[in-house]
């Protein structure tokens, strides 16, 4: 075999271990952050799916004390009740959207980016240390 610049085998198989561990322990440093970003839009996600089912059951809780003045009297009491009501699930829909469509953004959790780097880099290392 013949050395390139004085190294052994040996100092070559080190510096290709040196290398692929620096650069996993970055790749798992990257992955880590897109975790840490991911979770955090999944914590607004739900924030928000709960504030929308709270303003959907205070809603829920109108229209039935709305339908329970509508059967006791005629008219105005029962119609005010049903608009609040119909107003905060309408609200709460809303909310329960918006978090719907922010869970959906923190899921997968590790990005097709860093999956396709990880891949690369280790085809890159392959091809370095096999001749």
């Known amino acids: 075999m013949a050395k390139d610049k004085g ?26 952050q897109e975790m840490v970003d991911s979770a955090a839009r999944a914590k607004s996600g739900m924030m928000l799916l709960g504030g929308g089912g709270a303003l959907m059951a205070y809603g829920t809780g109108a229209v039935v004390a709305g339908t329970v003045a ?4 005629r008219l105005p009491p029962w119609a005010s ?6 107003g905060l699930i309408s609200a709460g829909g809303a909310l329960a959207v918006a ?14 980016e860093s999956t396709t780097r990880i891949k690369e880099d280790a085809l890159d ?7």
């Open 99 to 112: 978090g719907r469509r922010e869970l959906r953004q923190a899921f997968p959790v590790v990005s097709k």
């Open 70 to 73: 509508a059967l006791h009297r």
């Open 7 to 32: 190294e052994s085998m040996t100092d070559a198989l080190d510096d290709v271990r040196e290398q692929t561990v620096r650069l996993v322990r970055k790749e798992l440093a990257v992955v880590q």
């Open 125 to 131: 290392i392959m091809d370095r240390a096999l001749p």
């Open 81 to 86: 009740a049903i608009v609040v009501g119909g």
